[in-house]
């Protein structure tokens, strides 16, 4: 048909256009209806829902089981006859019910009544308060007559209301009287079936219905619908979106919709119960979930409702696979904030737990934090707040700073310790002799293994040796007297407390120091004799104490150390080198400072020795050997290695992969970092001095892994004030004596901060093993424990493991102090103790004293009748060491303040064994024994010890 001229557009065109249209819009709404209906965490709470409906059928089947039948027949019975006997007394009970409606008219009409008198009342002796006030003696004597007047009405109608309120009282006991018995027996009933109704209800709340489908499919959903998108919205806390912040909102539990719920531990994901919710979620936990969410600890985009958009991270290549075939997962590339995994979760909690020795319930960050410190990893990379090079000038952290120890034994004078042959052999491969060593191997790894490479080693190896002993100083050492017994010393390493610190033989509990051997392969008798009688004769900052040995003491164990040789590293063939070697090396260092033509003039002036010392000094420098160990020539050098203060959050792009084939994570490029730090230099063509230099640790995975939890925690983030742990001053006091505990080992020895000592697992006798520390602030003197600390003395004669001399200085001395007093809660002070004992209590003092037997496992000296665990500290030392409260306390029951002690409980349950003692007060019984121990002085435990009578003075 043609168109007609008058119309601008086509009829028929246009209608085609329309049924076009139409259909296109109508095929896009079905396929939006379509996507929004089988949107993935839809699925997921349709599978929850029958999920948990399967549980809780199960659940109540097992109710049901559980439900006693006879019990319940037996109750329905009683129920029953209940019922009848009501049945019975229907009558009686109506009647009361009528006398009631009539009582409740009365009791309205004595009430109102009241009401008014009292209205009245109160308006007449307002007025008259107010006429008083104005002095106004006409109206005030009025209102004084009218209340007169009043006042034996009002009495009068309180007691009728009074009377009536008693009747009807009177008449509801006796109705409920009638139904009581039926009540209870129903209370019963639904006790028994309480748990089976519940279910019930649940049950049939979870049942599936047409009209929940209804309400739940799309374009109807935001009636009521049961499938319905969580989200915790999260105050003060936002998500970086590229330099656009938005506050944070986590949608986690739309799919971990039993995340919070106790009763899924064994469901399976993303269904189950978080693992610890007394820590985690929880209302009442330290981390609720409406206050922290999730992505705060786990990572992951919060607001996404997919399993690939929200981030997650797969713990390894097999869950990798898994999940790509059965959620299609692949890596979101454009969020850096992935989903840690699980295995490294614990590296988010020092975004909040921040000026601390360890974070309390992440054993994993806290291990990675002690290994970075025991290898020296802050020696070459500085880390803000853990440290000793602070970037920013700022001041140290508790956690290192200015007081972090150097993980290696000072070199400052090395030439009296070692020879040139040892260092060279040893710098070859430090396991080569001895496996357990923490210093890691330098040279000859896989990207300097080239023969043309082992060449540059070897003449490096040369050059730090020559520089070391040419840069050091000699040490007087004394002539060594005759030999020890070996045996003895054996014995000695075992007792005097070496094995809190080393590994030796068998007994391997501690790694604090260097385990004891080969050390006849290594060091000389005058030497190891001098280290021994005083280690700071030899280094003065060194962290080993000293035994006070006497001379054949420290002979015997001498004898016994230097037994031990390694004679496969002994017999080591020593690298050869030539002088063109040393003279290429020498010149490449050079060349990096100056022209070519002027390092080949200087290299001409240089003798042999002066250029293995420039070698091995630049070698030095390079290997940042000073980060470990104090050299001389290198006190103001500055970290080899990167800084690592962000490195959790370094994006994955400036991490250099190589041709290494392994996953592009963060997490996995650490991990293969620290097992292999050379691999990235694989496939490479770069030279000796360009070539990647971390040395290789040889940690276990175990270890590679606590240490990538660590990498992982080093983040800054914005968190705000509220929501980090606050360490007020008490508490920064006793992270410093935390510090200074870890600095020097004292949970070697000593269970300390309920940690259990690490060599209390070799005594079978706890009698002989170092004493129990928890609680020393509230049980000792503040001034005894600082002298102590300075200068210790025996408390317990029998003992044989020697509490050491550390040399503390008067700061680090205060700083444990203080650190005692505020772990036991208590108000630091040095006044000394006085006593206000007067004779009587004293003189009862001591006759409790001998009628307890006190001196029997209390004795000055050695007991040797008496096993250890029977044996007590000398309290001739009570008066200086020991605080009055605490001895009442102890007194009154010692397994309250040290559970599982040999000490007797001589007051059980507050009862005294002596009833005719001070009237059988048991307080001031134990107040007067403390103060007789107060006032206890050696003459007074030798006649008590006799047996002898005691002098009147003999206590002063």
Same mark, same amino acid.
């Given at each position: 048909?043609?168109?007609?001229p008058?119309k601008?557009?086509?009829?028929?065109?246009?209608?085609?256009?329309?049924?076009?249209?139409?259909?296109?819009?109508?095929?896009?709404?079905?396929?939006?209806?379509?996507?929004?209906?089988?949107?993935?965490?839809?699925?997921?709470?349709?599978?929850?829902?029958?999920?948990?409906?399967?549980?809780?059928?199960?659940?109540?089947?097992?109710?049901?089981q559980?439900?006693?039948?006879?019990?319940?027949?037996?109750?329905?019975?009683q129920?029953?006859?209940?019922q009848?006997?009501?049945?019975?007394?229907?009558?009686?009970?109506?009647?009361?019910?009528?006398?009631?409606?009539?009582?409740e008219?009365?009791?309205?009409?004595?009430?109102?009544?009241?009401?008014?008198?009292?209205?009245?009342?109160?308006?007449?002796?307002?007025?008259?308060?107010?006429?008083?006030?104005?002095?106004?003696?006409?109206?005030?004597?009025?209102?004084?007559?009218?209340i007169?007047?009043?006042?034996?009405?009002?009495?009068?109608?309180?007691?009728?209301?009074?009377?009536?309120?008693?009747?009807?009282?009177?008449?509801?006991?006796?109705?409920?009287?009638?139904?009581?018995?039926?009540?209870?027996?129903?209370?019963?009933?639904?006790?028994?079936?309480?748990?089976?109704?519940?279910?019930?209800?649940?049950?049939?709340?979870?049942e599936?219905?047409?009209?929940?489908?209804?309400?739940?499919?799309?374009?109807?959903?935001?009636?009521?619908?049961?499938?319905?998108?969580?989200?915790?919205v999260?105050?003060?806390?936002?998500?970086?979106?590229?330099?656009?912040?938005?506050?944070?909102?986590?949608?986690?539990?739309?799919?971990?919709?039993?995340?919070?719920?106790?009763?899924?531990?064994?469901?399976?994901?993303?269904?189950?119960?978080?693992?610890?919710?007394?820590?985690?979620?929880?209302?009442?936990?330290?981390?609720?979930?409406?206050?922290?969410?999730?992505?705060?600890?786990?990572?992951g985009?919060?607001?996404?409702?997919?399993?690939?958009?929200a981030?997650?991270?797969?713990?390894?290549?097999?869950?990798?696979?898994?999940?790509?075939?059965?959620?299609?997962?692949?890596?979101?590339?454009?969020?850096?904030?992935?989903?840690?995994?699980?295995?490294?979760?614990?590296?988010?909690?020092?975004?909040?737990?921040?000026?601390?020795?360890?974070?309390?319930?992440?054993p994993?960050?806290?291990?990675?934090r002690?290994?970075?410190r025991?290898?020296?990893?802050?020696?070459?990379?500085?880390?803000?707040?853990?440290?000793?090079?602070?970037?920013d000038g700022?001041?140290?952290?508790?956690?290192?700073?200015?007081?972090?120890?150097?993980?290696?034994?000072?070199?400052?004078?090395?030439?009296?310790?070692?020879?040139?042959?040892?260092?060279?052999?040893?710098?070859?491969?430090?396991?080569?002799?001895r496996?357990?060593?923490?210093?890691?191997?330098?040279?000859?790894?896989?990207?300097?293994?080239?023969?043309?490479?082992?060449?540059?080693?070897?003449?490096?190896?040369?050059?730090?040796a020559?520089?070391?002993?040419?840069?050091?100083?000699?040490?007087?050492?004394?002539?060594?007297p005759?030999?020890?017994?070996?045996?003895?010393?054996?014995?000695?390493v075992?007792?005097?407390?070496?094995?809190?610190?080393?590994?030796?033989?068998?007994?391997?509990?501690?790694?604090?120091?260097p385990?004891?051997?080969?050390?006849?392969?290594?060091?000389?008798?005058?030497?190891?004799?001098?280290?021994?009688?005083?280690?700071?004769?030899?280094?003065?900052?060194?962290?080993?104490?000293?035994?006070?040995?006497?001379?054949?003491?420290?002979?015997?164990?001498?004898?016994?150390?230097?037994?031990?040789?390694?004679?496969?590293?002994?017999?080591?063939?020593?690298?050869?080198?030539?002088?063109?070697?040393?003279?290429?090396?020498?010149f490449?260092?050079?060349?990096?400072?100056?022209?070519?033509?002027?390092?080949?003039?200087?290299l001409?002036?240089?003798?042999?020795?002066?250029?293995?010392?420039?070698?091995?000094?630049?070698?030095?420098?390079?290997?940042?050997?000073?980060?470990?160990h104090?050299?001389?020539?290198?006190?103001?050098?500055?970290?080899v290695?990167?800084?690592?203060?962000k490195?959790?959050?370094?994006?994955?792009d400036?991490?250099?992969?190589?041709?290494?084939?392994?996953?592009?994570?963060?997490?996995?490029?650490?991990?293969?970092?620290?097992?292999?730090?050379?691999?990235?230099?694989?496939?490479?063509?770069?030279?000796?001095?360009e $070539?990647? !230099? @971390? *040395?290789? /640790?040889? +940690?276990?995975?175990?270890?590679? %892994?606590?240490? &990538?939890?660590?990498?992982?925690? =080093?983040?800054?983030?914005?968190?705000?004030?509220?929501?980090?742990?606050?360490?007020?001053?008490k508490?920064?006091?006793?992270?410093?004596?935390?510090f200074?505990v870890a600095?020097?080992n004292?949970?070697?020895?000593?269970?300390?901060?309920?940690?259990?000592g690490?060599?209390?697992?070799?005594?079978e006798?706890?009698?002989?093993?170092?004493?129990?520390?928890?609680?020393?602030?509230?049980?000792?003197?503040?001034?005894?424990?600082?002298?102590?600390?300075?200068?210790?003395?025996?408390?317990?004669?029998?003992? $044989?493991? !020697? @509490? *050491?001399? /550390?040399? +503390?200085?008067?700061?680090?001395? %205060?700083?444990? &102090?203080?650190?005692?007093?505020? =772990?036991?809660?208590q108000?630091?002070?040095?006044?000394?103790t006085?006593?206000?004992?007067?004779?009587?209590?004293?003189?009862?003092?001591?006759?409790?004293?001998?009628?307890?037997?006190?001196?029997?496992?209390?004795?000055?000296?050695?007991?040797k009748?008496?096993?250890?665990?029977?044996?007590?500290?000398?309290?001739?030392?009570?008066?200086?060491r020991?605080?009055?409260?605490?001895?009442?306390?102890w007194?009154?029951?010692?397994?309250?303040?040290?559970?599982?002690?040999?000490?007797?409980?001589?007051?059980?349950?507050?009862?005294?064994p002596?009833?005719?003692?001070?009237?059988?007060?048991?307080?001031?019984?134990?107040?007067?024994?403390?103060?007789?121990?107060?006032?206890?002085?050696?003459?007074?435990?030798?006649?008590?010890?006799?047996?002898?009578?005691?002098?009147?003075?003999?206590?002063?």
């Amino acid at each position: 048909m043609p168109q007609d001229p008058n119309k601008l557009y086509s009829v028929h065109k246009t209608t085609i256009w329309f049924a076009v249209a139409s259909v296109v819009l109508t095929v896009s709404l079905v396929m939006t209806i379509g996507q929004d209906y089988g949107r993935e965490w839809k699925r997921w709470q349709k599978k929850f829902i029958e999920f948990e409906r399967h549980k809780v059928e199960n659940d109540l089947k097992k109710a049901e089981q559980g439900v006693d039948p006879k019990q319940l027949e037996a109750l329905r019975a009683q129920l029953k006859e209940a019922q009848a006997k009501f049945d019975q007394n229907k009558a009686q009970y109506e009647k009361l019910l009528t006398e009631k409606s009539a009582m409740e008219i009365q009791l309205t009409k004595s009430s109102s009544r009241y009401q008014d008198f009292k209205q009245f009342y109160d308006s007449y002796k307002f007025f008259l308060e107010e006429n008083r006030a104005k002095k106004e003696q006409r109206k005030t004597k009025e209102y004084e007559e009218k209340i007169t007047k009043l006042e034996p009405k009002l009495n009068e109608a309180q007691l009728h209301q009074e009377a009536d309120e008693k009747k009807m009282d009177d008449l509801d006991v006796q109705i409920q009287g009638f139904k009581a018995e039926e009540k209870r027996i129903l209370k019963e009933v639904n006790k028994v079936l309480r748990d089976r109704k519940q279910l019930e209800i649940r049950l049939k709340k979870l049942e599936p219905s047409v009209g929940q489908e209804i309400l739940n499919a799309p374009m109807l959903d935001f009636v009521a619908p049961s499938l319905q998108v969580q989200q915790v919205v999260l105050e003060n806390l936002h998500d970086d979106f590229y330099f656009a912040k938005a506050q944070k909102v986590d949608r986690c539990t739309t799919c971990h919709l039993a995340i919070d719920r106790k009763g899924f531990e064994e469901a399976p994901q993303p269904f189950k119960t978080h693992p610890n919710l007394d820590l985690f979620l929880s209302a009442s936990s330290p981390h609720p979930l409406e206050k922290i969410g999730c992505t705060v600890c786990h990572g992951g985009s919060g607001q996404s409702l997919s399993f690939v958009q929200a981030a997650h991270t797969p713990k390894n290549e097999e869950q990798a696979k898994e999940w790509k075939k059965k959620y299609h997962w692949h890596e979101l590339e454009k969020w850096e904030a992935k989903m840690l995994p699980l295995q490294h979760a614990q590296a988010s909690c020092a975004k909040c737990h921040q000026g601390t020795m360890e974070v309390p319930e992440a054993p994993q960050l806290n291990e990675g934090r002690r290994l970075a410190r025991q290898y020296g990893c802050f020696g070459c990379h500085a880390v803000k707040g853990l440290s000793s090079a602070q970037q920013d000038g700022g001041s140290a952290s508790l956690l290192g700073g200015e007081n972090t120890w150097k993980a290696g034994p000072s070199l400052l004078n090395v030439q009296s310790k070692v020879d040139r042959e040892w260092i060279v052999r040893w710098l070859q491969n430090p396991k080569a002799f001895r496996p357990s060593t923490t210093m890691p191997q330098i040279f000859h790894l896989e990207n300097t293994n080239s023969p043309e490479d082992r060449l540059k080693s070897n003449v490096a190896i040369e050059g730090i040796a020559t520089y070391l002993l040419k840069h050091s100083d000699s040490v007087p050492l004394p002539n060594a007297p005759k030999e020890g017994n070996p045996e003895i010393g054996k014995q000695l390493v075992k007792d005097l407390g070496c094995l809190g610190c080393h590994n030796v033989d068998e007994a391997k509990v501690n790694d604090h120091g260097p385990e004891l051997i080969y050390m006849g392969s290594k060091v000389s008798r005058e030497w190891l004799l001098s280290w021994l009688k005083d280690p700071k004769h030899y280094s003065s900052d060194t962290r080993m104490p000293n035994l006070r040995l006497s001379d054949e003491e420290a002979a015997d164990i001498t004898s016994y150390l230097l037994q031990s040789r390694n004679q496969k590293f002994d017999q080591t063939e020593l690298p050869h080198m030539e002088e063109k070697d040393l003279d290429a090396l020498a010149f490449d260092y050079m060349a990096r400072k100056m022209r070519h033509a002027e390092a080949k003039e200087h290299l001409a002036e240089m003798n042999l020795e002066q250029k293995f010392e420039f070698v091995g000094r630049e070698v030095i420098l390079q290997q940042g050997c000073f980060g470990c160990h104090a050299i001389h020539g290198f006190e103001d050098a500055k970290p080899v290695g990167t800084e690592l203060t962000k490195e959790g959050q370094k994006e994955v792009d400036k991490l250099y992969f190589g041709f290494v084939d392994i996953e592009r994570t963060r997490q996995a490029w650490f991990f293969q970092k620290l097992k292999n730090p050379r691999i990235f230099d694989r496939g490479k063509i770069v030279g000796y001095h360009e $070539k990647l !230099r @971390m *040395p290789q /640790f040889s +940690f276990s995975d175990e270890q590679a %892994n606590a240490l &990538v939890t660590f990498l992982l925690s =080093l983040r800054e983030e914005d968190i705000p004030l509220e929501l980090k742990d606050q360490v007020d001053l008490k508490e920064k006091e006793i992270e410093a004596g935390r510090f200074l505990v870890a600095k020097f080992n004292c949970q070697g020895c000593h269970t300390v901060d309920k940690v259990e000592g690490r060599i209390q697992s070799l005594f079978e006798d706890k009698g002989n093993a170092p004493p129990i520390l928890d609680g020393e602030g509230a049980k000792v003197q503040e001034v005894w424990l600082y002298h102590f600390l300075q200068k210790p003395t025996p408390i317990r004669p029998w003992l $044989k493991i !020697r @509490m *050491p001399t /550390f040399g +503390f200085n008067e700061s680090d001395t %205060n700083t444990i &102090v203080k650190y005692f007093h505020n =772990l036991s809660a208590q108000k630091l002070s040095f006044a000394p103790t006085e006593s206000r004992a007067t004779s009587e209590t004293i003189n009862t003092g001591r006759e409790l004293f001998v009628k307890l037997k006190c001196i029997q496992c209390h004795q000055p000296g050695e007991a040797k009748a008496l096993g250890a665990s029977f044996l007590a500290p000398d309290l001739t030392l009570a008066r200086e060491r020991l605080k009055p409260i605490w001895m009442e306390e102890w007194l009154k029951d010692p397994q309250v303040l040290q559970p599982g002690t040999m000490m007797p409980t001589f007051f059980p349950e507050g009862q005294t064994p002596f009833p005719n003692v001070l009237g059988g007060d048991t307080l001031k019984q134990i107040q007067a024994i403390r103060d007789y121990l107060l006032l206890l002085t050696p003459d007074e435990i030798i006649k008590t010890k006799n047996a002898e009578k005691p002098k009147e003075g003999a206590v002063r």
